[in-house]
């Protein structure tokens, strides 16, 4: 007799034939099956159908400020979409740690910085999407991006967007914010070089610019 407790299957015990009767009513199972799904293809409207057999969705994303079409999987992330399937490319986000540790791909959504390598490009769908991009170009630079160049906060660079995104966020929902506070609200993006610092004075210095009237842009 087996013992119950062995994983291992009883030598012993029989195996049931497969006989022709089985086999018909096994194939006739799977026609079955296979003509509910066709038939579920064959009822879905025209325009969905591309998207049930490819296993794409299309999407339409307001980023900064203007609206995207986006064709990807429903598991897509927003890093992903923003860098690899809007155009023109979206790069300023970076995909670093890629499990919401880092804070590289930090962009704003409605307002609040959130990780797009942990959020899906669906879930943002009539949502404003903001990257590091909408803040300012390289000729047209908001207070925040001088800030951090004028400090020299930055390194190797592949943090700096998620600062800059987070800094915006910061001084947003707390203008008079203290050093701690600062440290606070950035506690979730990561310098692996080391520069926080001069992060921390660039933040400082984009404050004072705005107590003495400077322009958020």
Do not use: W
């Not at 497969?18 to 579920?40: I, M, N, P």
């Not at 970076?94 to 797009?116: E, F, L």
């Not at 009539?126 to 170009?137: I, P």
């Amino acid at each position: 007799m087996a013992d119950p407790q062995d994983p291992r299957p009883d030598k012993d015990a029989k195996v049931p034939a497969l006989s022709r009767r089985s086999f018909l009513k096994g194939a006739g199972g799977v026609a079955a099956a296979t003509g509910v799904l066709q038939g579920a293809v064959q009822a879905t409207p025209q325009e969905g159908r591309a998207a049930t057999l490819s296993g794409t969705v299309e999407l339409e994303l307001t980023i900064n400020g203007q609206a995207k079409k986006v064709t990807c999987e429903p598991r897509t992330t927003l890093l992903s979409a923003l860098r690899d399937r809007v155009e023109p490319a979206l790069t300023g986000a970076k995909p670093v740690c890629d499990m919401g540790s880092c804070g590289a791909c930090t962009v704003m959504v409605d307002g609040k910085p959130t990780y797009s390598c942990l959020t899906l490009a669906v879930q943002c769908k009539g949502k404003e999407v903001t990257t590091v991009e909408g803040f300012g170009t390289p000729e047209n630079m908001s207070d925040v991006q001088e800030a951090f160049c004028a400090k020299d906060g930055m390194m190797c660079g592949f943090c700096t967007p998620g600062f800059v995104v987070a800094t915006h966020a910061c001084l947003d929902r707390n203008p008079d914010a203290d050093l701690d506070e600062i440290k606070f609200e950035l506690s979730g993006n990561l310098c692996r070089c080391g520069t926080y610092p001069h992060v921390f004075d660039a933040v400082q210095a984009a404050q004072a610019a705005r107590k003495a009237g400077g322009q958020d842009r």
